[in-house]
Nanobody, 111 residues
């Protein structure tokens, strides 16, 4: 049973940076697609990146990376804006299996 645990969220000032981590417990396969979504208060969940493309609102500020040896996916977020405030969720998509989601980590961008 694969489980995902995110960390790295917190309070940051506008223009600051955060790096989110998503650790996979269980086996991670090369065919697994991992990415990030976010959900802002009162809004629907939206895709941040599916590892090959980024949402338009990212505007080159975020970078996803993956370390299979550590079974961890990262989301480096720079030049954060107040509108980036949201709960960030990582997910794992494996062909033939149910999609797996983490519990989320809260990012608050505020002065």
């Amino acid at each position: 049973q694969v489980q995902l645990v995110e960390s790295g969220g917190g309070l940051v000032q506008p223009g600051g940076s955060l790096r989110l981590s998503c650790v996979v417990s269980g086996t991670i396969l090369s065919i697994d697609v991992m990415g990030w979504y976010r959900q802002a208060p009162g809004k629907e969940r939206e895709l941040v990146t599916d590892s090959t493309r980024y949402a338009e609102f990212v505007e080159g500020r975020f970078t996803i990376s993956r370390d299979n040896a550590k079974k961890t996916v990262y989301l480096q977020m720079n030049s954060l804006k107040p509108e980036d405030t949201a709960v960030y969720y990582c997910y794992l998509r494996r062909p033939g299996s149910r999609e797996v989601w983490g519990q989320g980590t809260l990012v608050t961008v505020s002065s």
